[in-house]
């Protein structure tokens, strides 16, 4: 079974209230794509087929794709003011809920959360998860310049720790992107650094040895984070600060998150599949701004078993999914759940 484990929902309505909430401005210069800038780099893009439920489905087909989970991208819902944070995240989390209710078998969603109010994100996770049967969280490496180890969040993370919820970890632009106004590089560049960025913050700050029960996954292969663990590592051994509120070195918290393949990169795989192994790494395509088929994955050379879990049976064991269909809430609640630092 193939599962797509980083798949976007693409809604019109939320495009056409996100250029208009961000002051964006619909470059139509290239046939058949619209790319909404803000200043001089593309803030957000689509194209039509984007929005055609059919062409994605017969997509999926002519890829053997069985399953993609669906969540909402960059800049998910953080850009809006808190006060308006919970409606767009209902909006949202309603319309990937119910694509996947018209098509069970094909599509499962990962819920937004209104993060600039605490309240109302606890609210809207519990809404998502035991109303609109949400297999999991989507979570933006940094909150409109807040990062994800502020003490504002850790209500978050101690209910996402307490129900075990899967959560996907999907960048957002950084906080400051002034010296990358060229080449696209707040999307090509600034993405990579902040999820590192992000994960960095989270493993010092304590965050995964407090909460070992909700597994984590890492969009793009987890950026630059498997290059510069080591360094995180020399970091503890060499300053008190590193080691405030960790007793273990980086390496063994990172060892223990989950990462996708959309670095799409056969030697960045092979260097997260050598770090973590082959339990930890989940197909995914950046669906469908990427749109990448498995041979990324195939050209890694896996043993046929090792080839199944990452393509589908680790996503489908995170996720709580079944071959054929997706699990309903008081089944995936009974199903045995996968820590990230188990």
Known sequence: MKIDIHSHIVDRAYMQALEAQCGLVADRSTPGRIFLRKGSHTFAWSREDMFDLDHRLRDMDKKGIDMRVLSLSTPN???????????MARLMNDATARLCRAHPDRFA??????????GASLVELDRALDELGMAGVMIGSNVDGVPLNDARFEPIWARLDQRRVPVFEHPMFPAYTGDMEEFELPLRLGFVFDTTLAAARMIYSGIFARYPNFPYIMAHTGGTLLMVVERLDNGYRLFPDCRKHIDRLPSEFARKLYYDTTSFFPPALKMALDFAGPERLLWGTDDPFIGSDAAHVEALGLGAADRARVLGGNAAALLGLAPARAQRPDERARAPSRSATD
């Open 77 to 87: 819902v953080y850009v809006w003011p808190a006060a308006e944070q919970p409606a």
């Open 109 to 118: 969603g990962l819920a937004s959360l209104p993060l600039g109010d605490i």
